[in-house]
């Protein structure tokens, strides 16, 4: 991204700057700050799209439409893109159409032999076909090549859980869970393969856990009372199985044929987004920015408040150097997740650098308040200090 005269205070990838990074932004803009209004303005997740496909009333066919208009441009563009060639597999594989995403995914690899999406759309393949031990052989080769991809413990514990060895389930999830501790998947997998190996009470401890972080988990609820079960605790057993009929209950529609209609629109909203999510991280690899911000967008409009999207849509505007969008999708995070300390500083931050004093004061003391010690918390008290 490109620092403008003003602006030297920067939140690139995902990290937050360092320690150091952040005073000395502050240092740089502090004798320019003024007390300016905030700008009234549509925030740029709710602007309106012309197309009929992004109205509520979008039928399946229009929404499956959609993502096959938008991979017929992106292919053209990208003819002989190993990435683009993979937005389309995941459409396929997402439509149930295994056959087209396996000779898809195929095709990849003659383009690039050790292509990471195409390897793990292969292994999940055969995982959906009962090859474990397939599965298990292309998911290990990943996790030593392609280490950072979250998706291959989780399938690789999977692929070990449903071939019976539930402790090297067991001993991928704990080992996953190290580097995502919050991710509430692995917690619920990790869990359920105690079950399976009959540590029942640490199955109950991961349930718990997993709970903390998602109070509405029907599967954490579910899992509990198993383990709650087969601990002999019948009244804790059922208090959690009460919990999960309840959420369960909550979901359901009374008119099974409206509420089949309403899931088949939902996985087709969510196929065309996941397909624009997909080809924006193509267009932004390939440095179109504009691009991969449109689609993103259009993603969000489809399947709303996807964290790790609004996180990537951010990410982008910042790389733009479209600072009161990046602070839009700011303050939309930070009202999804108010307890992450890493969106309230880039909040803190994006507002510092916009000479908006007031609201980047109240972003920094909401980080303060949920971690004092961190470091760049106290790099942020000292700002509060020069704001003030």
């Given at each position: ?13 995902g990290?937050?700057?360092l320690?150091g ?7 740089n803009?502090r ?7 905030a700008e009234?303005r ?10 009929a ?15 096959s ?8 563009t990208?003819p002989?893109?190993a990435?683009?060639?993979n937005?389309?597999a995941n459409?396929?594989?997402l439509?149930?159409?295994m ?11 003659t ?16 995982f ?29 514990a ?6 019976g060895?539930g402790?090297?389930a ?5 080992q ?12 619920e ?7 399976a190996v ?9 349930f ?6 998602a ?13 709650y ?9 059922a208090?959690?199985?009460q919990?999960f009929s309840?959420l369960a209950d ?5 008119n099974?044929?409206?509420?089949q209609?309403?899931?088949d629109r ?11 999510l ?5 267009y ?6 504009p691009a ?9 409009r489809l399947?709303?408040?996807?964290t ?6 951010q ?18 995070l ?13 909040l ?18 909401k980080?303060?308040?949920?971690a ?9 008290q ?7």
């Amino acid at each position: 991204m490109a620092v403008g005269p003003k602006v030297r205070l920067v939140v690139l990838g995902g990290t937050l700057i360092l320690l150091g990074g952040l005073l000395a932004a502050w240092w740089n803009v502090r004798g320019r700050i003024t007390k300016a209004p905030a700008e009234h303005r549509i925030s740029i997740l709710d602007e309106d799209y012309p197309e009929a496909q992004f109205d509520a009333t979008a039928t399946q066919e229009e929404l499956i439409q959609l993502a096959s208009s938008e991979i017929q441009s992106l292919l053209a563009t990208f003819p002989n893109s190993a990435s683009a060639a993979n937005v389309k597999a995941n459409r396929d594989f997402l439509l149930s159409d295994m056959a087209a995403a396996q000779q898809t995914w195929k095709s990849v690899l003659t383009l690039e032999p050790r292509n990471p999406d195409a390897l793990f759309g292969l292994a999940n393949l055969a995982f959906q076909a009962g090859r474990y031990d397939e599965a298990i052989g292309l998911c290990e080769g990943l996790l030593r090549t392609n280490p950072g991809n979250p998706r291959v413990p989780l399938l690789l514990a999977d692929s070990f859980m449903n071939s019976g060895q539930g402790d090297l389930a067991v001993l991928v999830l704990e080992q996953h869970i190290m580097t995502e501790p919050t991710s509430v998947q692995a917690i619920e997998m990790l869990g359920t393969a105690q079950l399976a190996v009959g540590s029942y009470n640490k199955a109950m401890d991961c349930f718990s856990r997993a709970l903390k972080f998602a109070p509405d988990s029907k599967d954490s609820y579910y899992g509990l009372g198993q383990a709650y079960a087969r601990l002999g605790e019948q009244a804790k057993a059922a208090e959690a199985m009460q919990q999960f009929s309840k959420l369960a209950d909550s979901t359901g529609q009374s008119n099974a044929l409206e509420a089949q209609a309403f899931e088949d629109r939902g996985q087709a909203a969510h196929v065309a987004a996941q397909v624009y999510l997909d080809s924006a991280l193509v267009y932004k690899a390939a440095g179109d920015l504009p691009a991969a911000q449109a689609r993103i967008l259009r993603a969000l409009r489809l399947q709303p408040d996807v964290t790790a999207w609004l996180e990537e849509l951010q990410r982008v505007l910042q790389l733009q150097g479209l600072r009161p969008q990046a602070a839009d999708v700011g303050e939309r995070l930070v009202s999804l997740l108010p307890t992450n300390v890493h969106h309230w500083l880039t909040l803190g931050a994006l507002y510092a650098e916009l000479e908006q004093p007031e609201p980047a004061i109240e972003a920094f003391r909401k980080a303060i308040e949920l971690a004092p010690d961190n470091p760049e918390c106290q790099a942020a008290q000292s700002i509060i200090q020069q704001l003030n």
